[in-house]
């Protein structure tokens, strides 16, 4: 159940206004500014060069590089004690710094005299990240009053006085932590005579038990003007400046929040928060990301936002200094305000995008290998009402001959929305009705999110409650707010002991009526607590050991999407993937499963946001991502869900979806010429699942995303550093999107030196460039990019499923030298049999008129293997020279000299498209198998 849509009965009884769908909902005034936190309003304003800490008694002890940061002066800054002090009787900070292969720096301060008190964050870092540590020797102590730490290829030069941190990667300073001497460490202390340490917001009032922790430090990128990254926001792909001349914004703020009919272009934070920017320039990248899951507000600073002199770094270039030719260098500097908790930061040097983003997967875990029916189409709402309801949708696609694999229910389903129950009118046979999508190879997904009914009769709150496994509210008792089931209670998922009951709970002997195609979608988590401050849970609530929830916040739904994951594992015997959907994540999500980008609106610009913020997701590790496709409040008209379907088959996710309020909407809703068009659209998607499921593995191992903006794939184009209307999936198709409403025609830019090609039309456009494409209703522009090959499977069926032991369509497109690579991955699509071995990895490669198939995988991969017998039944050459287009053109397979008939035609087999690709009918080699193939 997603959005703020509640019962009079319930908005009696909390005391809650809200408004229903057809009215505008969003209400900026129920949420906090940043003047309306005491965290952010005491630290958002200070002065640069306040920060007065230098480094002490500098060693290296277990190949880690350790300090003290002290005050400079006895009232100096960097450590505040409300508003100043901060002397020796309260303990130093301890720095530290290690490094790790390729490329990763790690920078922690802590509290000396309290560190058991300030929270880390458990389970996000991968598990062997320490057996990737570099085993620091040594350090330079350099007459500029700096040392330095070399590294191979990268440095970190460590001034004293004042304290900053400087890494370079050669000669080329990347990135700087306290070059504005804006570090700011608040220590614990005890509350003085007459100090009142509450923060109150509209009806609430938080406690702060602790008082003030504010971590807040200033980053600063060099040589670039762009920085992206810290999702989630309804915003550009390229972070505007919230802060300096002429500007007035609330900083990007990260809170994971269930905000109702989210808006676009603001900085408002939303679902999710993953505190990971990266920069990105011609020549460089750089990334650098905090481990804190509290609140934590973030101004990314234009340019001359303070006219003081900045500090420089002596004899090393500090963020002002000419450069040799005269010109002012490039810089970005961003000011980090953390309400709580430690700074625990990863510097990651690149240098290129894709190398940041493998780094920074290298730290929190890239995208787990998804099933294969995950990556397909999926159709959901709010709520399909009963069996015969689930049945007839069912139908519709089979009748229509549209595709899906999954189908969804949501809240209402249960049994008086006590999660794992089934209604028992409404659903009185659920295994039943799973057999029957079961054979059709469909699977279905229920909800199950982390509120649960206070009520003595529900056995799943009586065991929760008497074994203490809730949260409690600063008084001790279990927390107790309201959401969609009225009075309920909020599992502790921090304690992992709680995360194993959970887990236990979707066994199929627990969940009762559940069987093995059914998987689950986590909603709700961020978490959403219709009566609490800003809906969610007040910060001084309690967790596992005492932690406060302000210091959990961010990663509260990250831990109740583990746990589910688990279950799901545990059922299927530790051999079955997953699929768990989560509405709220955190660092690391990736690694546990997919995410949605939330309560979108069914309206042109929220078609148009979703790229960015889907790239951005993907930026930030969590490559499976996807929109509501057709937008989750409101109705869209049948030309607004056309375009939606069109872009959405690019989604890595793709699923469907409304609210409860919303006229119905399947693709076949709105008649013809609509449900052709819709059609079209999602066959488009299972005619690419080979290709798709190929990135989703190049994920899996290397972290890199499948929904790319276009400069990680041309990193030197400036052209494209502020695109976001169009993007990359993979590094073959140039996908843009209809956003406008009767559009005859779209202004792509097509990056790079090589031609791209039509992908239904074989036409070729230029590289480089802006062109101008025309459009009609039959599709939005995708193009195939020059030098590419990418395998298809044409065959029209029901679900992925069926389509298993389909042949393949190779599409070859020629670039300018007549040359073309490509790869394919194929496994069981379910198992992790993949990790033993069981695997087909091919590389295709066109040459000299020859197409050759040869493996990638490794001569031993393991103890398990996987087979199949799919032939590849077309191959589609694309900017083949004229003379290879005459008719009678011969091509023979090699092995066996074995003649294959070729034709001439349309590249995708569509009507009235150019004809300009050679088309090798039936060769009917083994996808599997080496091969070759030449043109004579």
């Known amino acids: 159940?997603?959005?703020?849509?509640?019962?009079?009965?319930?908005?009696?009884?909390?005391?809650?206004?809200?408004?229903?769908?057809?009215?505008?909902?969003?209400?900026?005034?129920?949420?906090?500014?940043?003047?309306?936190?005491?965290f952010c309003k005491d630290t958002r304003n200070r002065e640069p060069g306040s920060s007065n800490l230098e480094v002490k008694d500098l060693k290296i002890a277990d190949g880690v590089l350790r300090a003290r940061l002290v005050p400079s002066d006895a009232g100096g800054g960097g450590t505040t004690e409300q508003g100043g002090g901060g002397g020796e009787e309260e303990g130093d900070l301890v720095l530290e710094i290690k490094a790790y292969k390729n490329g990763i720096v790690r920078l922690k301060v802590t509290e000396e005299k309290h560190p058991e008190k300030r929270f880390e964050v458990p389970d996000v870092l991968v598990k062997d990240l320490e057996d990737k540590k570099l085993w620091l020797q040594r350090f330079v102590e350099k007459d500029d009053g700096s040392s330095m730490v070399h590294l191979g290829g990268h440095d970190v030069i460590l001034q004293h006085k004042p304290f900053q941190v400087h890494v370079k990667r050669g000669s080329d300073l990347v990135l700087s932590v306290n070059s504005k001497g804006l570090f700011n460490f608040e220590k614990l202390r005890e509350k003085k005579e007459g100090e009142n340490w509450e923060d109150r917001f509209r009806t609430y009032t938080d406690s702060r038990p602790y008082g003030p922790q504010t971590v807040s430090f200033d980053v600063s990128f060099h040589g670039t003007e762009h920085v992206y990254g810290i999702p989630e926001h309804a915003t550009s792909l390229a972070l505007k400046p919230t802060k300096g001349p002429n500007i007035s914004s609330e900083p990007y703020r990260l809170f994971n929040l269930d905000v109702?009919?989210?808006?676009?272009?603001?900085?408002?934070?939303?679902?999710?928060?993953?505190?990971?920017?990266?920069?990105?320039?011609?020549?460089?990248?750089?990334?650098?990301?905090?481990?804190?899951?509290?609140?934590?507000?973030?101004?990314?600073?234009?340019?001359?936002?303070?006219?003081?002199?900045?500090?420089?770094?002596?004899?090393?270039?500090?963020?002002?200094?000419?450069?040799?030719?005269?010109?002012?260098?490039?810089?970005?500097d961003t000011h980090w305000i953390v309400e709580s908790g430690v700074f625990d930061a990863f510097v990651f040097v690149g240098p290129s995008p894709k190398d940041v983003v493998t780094q920074y997967c290298a730290v929190t875990g890239t995208t787990s290998l998804p099933s294969l029916f995950s990556t397909a189409y999926h159709q959901c709402r709010w709520n399909y009402k009963d069996e015969a309801d689930v049945a007839a949708v069912d139908a519709g696609f089979d009748e229509h001959d549209i595709p899906y694999d999954v189908l969804w229910l949501d809240i209402e389903h249960t049994d008086g929305k006590r999660y794992f129950t089934w209604d028992p009118i409404l659903f009185p046979t659920p295994k039943e009705m799973q057999a029957k999508l079961s054979a059709k190879g469909r699977h279905m997904v229920t909800i199950v999110d982390p509120h649960i009914k206070r009520d003595d009769g529900f056995p799943l709150h009586k065991e929760a409650s008497s074994k203490g496994y809730y949260v409690k509210d600063s008084g001790g008792n279990d927390y107790d707010g309201w959401c969609w089931p009225g009075s309920s209670s909020y599992l502790d998922m921090l304690n992992p002991e709680i995360r194993s009951w959970w887990a236990d709970k979707f066994s199929l002997s627990s969940y009762v009526g559940s069987t093995p195609i059914l998987h689950i979608w986590n909603d709700m988590n961020e978490p959403s607590v219709f009566n609490g401050p800003e809906g969610t849970m007040p910060k001084d609530a309690l967790h596992y050991n005492g932690v406060e929830h302000r210091d959990v916040h961010n990663a509260y739904g990250y831990y109740f999407h583990m746990a589910s994951v688990e279950g799901l594992l545990r059922r299927g015997g530790g051999n079955e993937r997953p699929f768990v959907l989560s509405r709220a994540f955190f660092a690391g999500t990736q690694k546990v499963g997919p995410v949605w980008t939330g309560d979108n609106t069914a309206d042109w610009t929220h078609l148009r946001v979703s790229v960015p913020m889907c790239l951005t997701l993907g930026l930030t590790g969590i490559a499976f991502t996807g929109a509501d496709v057709g937008g989750f409040f409101g109705n869209p008209d049948p030309e607004l869900l056309t375009r939606w379907y069109q872009l959405g088959a690019y989604y890595p996710f793709f699923r469907g979806h409304a609210h409860l309020d919303t006229k119905r909407r399947e693709p076949w809703v709105f008649g013809e010429p609509y449900t052709t068009l819709m059609r079209e659209a999602v066959h488009s998607r299972y005619s690419l699942l080979p290709y798709v499921y190929t990135l989703f593995k190049e994920a899996s191992v290397t972290g890199v995303p499948l929904m790319r903006p276009l400069w990680m794939e041309f990193p030197e184009d400036i052209s494209t550093f502020e695109r976001d209307e169009e993007f990359l999936l993979g590094p073959s198709l140039l996908v843009h999107g209809v956003y406008s409403q009767g559009a005859t025609s779209e202004t792509v830019y097509l990056p790079g030196t090589q031609k791209w090609y039509d992908v239904k039309t074989g036409a070729t456009y230029p590289a480089g460039q802006k062109v101008n494409v025309p459009v009609t209703m039959d599709g939005i522009p995708v193009f195939q990019r020059a030098g590419s090959i990418i395998a298809r499977k044409q065959r029209r069926r029901r679900s992925s499923t069926q389509m298993e032991t389909d042949p393949y369509t190779l599409v070859v497109a020629l670039n300018s030298t007549y040359e073309a690579s490509g790869e394919l991955y194929i496994d069981d699509g379910k198992s992790y049999d993949f990790e033993q071995g069981a695997f087909i990895h091919r590389q295709f490669k066109f040459s000299k008129g020859r197409l050759t198939s040869t493996t990638l995988a490794p001569v031993k991969t393991g103890s398990k293997v996987f087979t199949t017998s799919c032939l590849v039944e077309r191959i589609v050459i694309l900017g083949v020279r004229a003379k290879d287009l005459a008719i009678g053109k011969n091509a023979i397979v090699e092995h066996d000299e074995r003649r294959i008939e070729t034709d001439i035609g349309p590249p995708l087999l569509q009507r009235g498209a150019s004809s300009t690709a050679l088309i090798l009918r039936l060769p009917n080699v083994r996808i599997s198998d080496n091969w070759s193939i030449k043109l004579v």
């Open 260 to 332: 109702f009919e989210y808006i676009s272009e603001s900085p408002f934070g939303l679902y999710g928060a993953v505190p990971f920017m990266l920069s990105h320039s011609a020549d460089k990248s750089a990334g650098f990301f905090l481990l804190n899951s509290a609140e934590m507000q973030i101004d990314v600073l234009a340019s001359s936002w303070d006219t003081t002199p900045s500090i420089e770094m002596e004899g090393e270039g500090g963020s002002s200094k000419l450069l040799e030719n005269g010109n002012k260098e490039k810089i970005v």
């Open 1 to 38: 159940m997603d959005g703020f849509k509640l019962t009079w009965s319930v908005v009696v009884l909390v005391g809650l206004l809200v408004t229903t769908v057809n009215v505008a909902a969003w209400k900026k005034d129920e949420f906090r500014r940043c003047d309306q936190s005491a």
